[in-house]
């Protein structure tokens, strides 16, 4: 456990004045970074440069919040500046090794999670620096708790300061419209505007909050004096609950297929009212001696909640493997477990009510800190865990090569479940099963790779792929450069990757010369949702050219009806009963009713 100061009294933080115009311009600054940095991620400079991009975006956003929230926290200027740049060459760190997710040409989903992780573990990180008292080496639980509520407090104001101040500009440029001036609304929705301003925005309200620290104070003290009777409500139920489980079982919950998710939001409700009602030495208690004692006792639910979360999430990872919201929500259940246990330790140690939060929260905090670390980083990414583990169980036959989740490997583990795909797309034996999975691993990989340049085993996947399409009128096949050319990613044709290349079955190639000119056309021709997709092309000098869709206004069309005609000879040109006109230098075309 970490060691605390012999003292947790609140003891008054020093205050100094904010400059203003420096929190402004070092908004305006980090906004007008953001807004240069995502416009080049939007050209092709980011196909060279894309872990250097994420890496300057993490550090433009982290550095100069770092510098805001630890005001009055790290009390030396140098001190200061030099923690802002520390935490910005990390988080550059973690950006760069996130890049290659945010930026594969697969166009994967932003890493939400990597993101989301990165903001929580720079507020905490700034309220752990904020909380050292670097003469006696200690964390001081007092600091370390008036400045994570002053800063959550700054985080929530400065943002409804500046979503009513771009209310108030959106109302204002529309105002300007409704009279003719319409520069101020072309100006205002502009990013090159929007950016730098909401910057400076927040900015400014930070640095108007700092100017206030008893104000932030005076909310907390409200909020908690509000809530403070949720705690007894929560643990009451909780007691219920797991007395009545006691009857009922747990087979109901477990049925829910949601009882971890269930389970770990009512503890961390839990944990949040207990901080809620937590009191420092000189401070009057929040509930009288007796309530206190009966809470210390009923918290002993929360521990039962916890087993049975972690009983919930482990059953679900052997069933169906380790994801990568099984594993962020594996990271939570071991903090709430501290956190649980932690807390249970108060009631049989000597000392105030509920004594050990300070030393426990202070323990999750440099726990959570290190272990989200590692998952965000090359440590222990989590994409790299969870690609093993799916592997691991698809290689052991845990699962059939059927059942495997082959789309999320492709898309939701990033560079290394790609990685694992082309391995297992490549390997070569006789083994009916192996075959299976090397089949399946390369439709995976044709489906959601479009990398210009695809490896070797990938480009040969695909071209045979390709020649698995039934050609029309029967008897006909597709030459050499023709199926080349429907193989290559570089020439995308619509729905032909994600229907064709995986469900040969529902896609045909019809040979036919349309125009009547001697030279065949070729259409191809997909089901997509029920409907036929059928893309005209001819042969010209650099290959083929698509020149139209067939097909009819307000109709269905049915594959499996067209192939039947084609393959029974039911085919006729139908001249146009009105031809174009050409009126000037336009020409007009007759659509029917």
């Known amino acids: 456990m970490v060691h605390i100061a012999s003292t947790t009294s609140t003891a008054p933080i020093p205050h100094t004045a904010p400059r203003l115009w420096l929190h402004v311009v070092l908004g305006a600054a980090q906004g007008a970074g953001l807004w240069a940095l995502f416009e080049l991620a939007e050209t092709t400079f980011q196909s060279a440069y894309g872990p250097l991009l994420v890496a300057l975006m993490y550090a433009t956003a982290i550095a100069p919040s770092a510098w805001h929230f630890s005001h009055d926290g790290i009390t030396h200027p140098r001190a200061r500046i030099a923690f802002a740049a520390f935490m910005a060459l990390l988080f550059a760190g973690f950006g760069a090794h996130a890049a290659p997710r945010m930026f594969h040409p697969v166009h994967d989903f932003f890493p939400v999670s990597f993101a989301f992780v990165s903001a929580l573990l720079a507020f905490v990180m700034v309220c752990l620096a904020c909380g050292v008292d670097i003469a006696r080496r200690r964390i001081v639980y007092g600091r370390l708790f008036e400045m994570a509520w002053r800063n959550a407090m700054l985080v929530a104001v400065a943002g409804a300061i500046t979503g009513l101040f771009w209310m108030l500009l959106w109302s204002a440029a529309s105002l300007m419209e409704s009279i003719g001036l319409t520069a101020v609304q072309r100006v205002v929705n502009h990013e090159a505007f929007r950016y730098p301003v909401t910057g400076a925005v927040l900015g400014l309200s930070i640095g108007l909050g700092l100017t206030r620290p008893e104000v932030h104070a005076t909310l907390r003290r409200f909020w908690f004096a509000l809530t403070v009777w949720l705690l007894p409500v929560a643990l009451v139920f909780a007691a219920v609950w797991v007395a009545a489980l006691a ?28 901080n809620v009602a937590y009191r420092f ?4 208690p929040a509930y009288r001696h007796r ?15 916890l087993a049975l979360a972690g009983w919930a999430l482990l059953e679900r990872t052997l069933q169906h493997g380790l994801t990568t919201d099984r594993l962020w929500g594996g ?27 300070p030393s426990t929260n202070i323990a999750v905090a440099i726990v959570g800190v290190l ?17 093993a583990d799916q592997v691991n169980r698809l290689e052991q036959g845990k699962v059939t090569p059927e059942e495997f989740d082959w789309r999320y490997l492709a898309t939701e583990t990033g560079p290394y479940g790609r990685d694992a795909l082309a391995r297992l797309a490549a390997q070569d034996n006789g083994d009916t099963r192996q075959q299976e999975i090397k089949r399946l691993a390369a439709a995976a990989l044709v489906n959601h790779d479009t990398v210009r340049k695809p490896p070797p085993q990938l480009a040969d996947a695909r071209l045979e792929a390709t020649r698995q399409v039934p050609v029309k009128p029967d008897g006909q096949s597709l030459d050499d450069t023709t199926a080349r050319w429907l193989a290559d990613p570089a020439n995308k044709e619509e729905d032909f990757d994600t229907v064709c290349l995986v469900e040969p079955q529902r896609c045909a190639i019809w040979m036919v010369d349309i125009d009547n000119d001697g030279e065949r056309e070729m ?14 092309h001819i042969r010209s000098a650099t290959g083929w050219q698509r020149q139209g869709r067939l097909g009819s206004y307000n109709q269905q069309h049915n594959l499996e009806a067209w192939l039947a005609a084609i393959d029974r000879g039911d085919v006729h040109r139908v001249p146009r009963r009105w031809p174009d006109v050409k009126v000037g230098n336009q020409t007009l075309e007759v659509f029917p009713y």
């Open 247 to 274: 009857f009922t079982g747990i087979e109901p919950l477990f049925a829910t297929r949601h009882a971890a998710l269930y389970l770990l939001w009512f503890c961390a409700l839990a944990v949040k009212f207990v």
């Open 371 to 387: 272990l989200a670390a590692a998952l965000i980083s090359p440590v222990a990414d989590s994409r790299r865990l969870v690609t």
């Open 523 to 536: 259409v191809v021709m997909s089901d997509v949702r029920g409907s036929v997709q059928a893309l005209l």
């Open 281 to 284: 030495d000189n401070e009057a």
């Open 291 to 305: 309530l206190a004692r009966a809470l210390q006792w009923l918290w002993l639910t929360i521990p039962v909640f």
């Open 331 to 357: 990271l939570v259940w071991v903090l709430l477990a501290m956190y649980g246990v932690g807390y249970a330790m108060s009631l049989f140690r000597l000392g105030p009510w509920m004594h050990t939060v």
